[in-house]
């Protein structure tokens, strides 16, 4: 899979940094395949796997919570502009 593909807009150079700065915290593993030219993949580690599974259960809370969410913020919004 072409990371590139399903990040729209991002440059070569920042997803070079961006990849950079998950292996230097393991999150992601770097393989370079002896080929001419040489294919580089990325996988999650262990590590990165179970922050994965992480943002998962997060962007499921926020999933189910949407409406209440948006609910707060109209209220906050519309008691915010009485004291104004």
């Known amino acids: 899979m072409d990371v590139r ?3 729209a807009g991002i ?3 920042m997803l ?4 950079k700065s998950l292996v230097r915290y393991g999150l992601v593993e770097r393989l370079v395949e ?3 030219p040489p294919q580089v993949t990325y996988s999650l ?3 990165g796997q179970s922050l994965a599974q992480q943002l998962c259960a997060l962007l499921g809370w926020f ?3 949407t409406s209440a969410l948006e609910a707060a913020r109209q209220r906050y919004d519309g008691a915010d502009s009485l004291d104004r």
């Open 5 to 7: 593909q399903h990040i």
């Open 63 to 65: 999933s189910a919570n």
């Open 34 to 36: 002896p080929t001419v």
């Open 11 to 13: 440059s070569q150079k």
């Open 45 to 47: 580690t262990p590590l």
């Open 16 to 19: 070079s940094q961006y990849l």
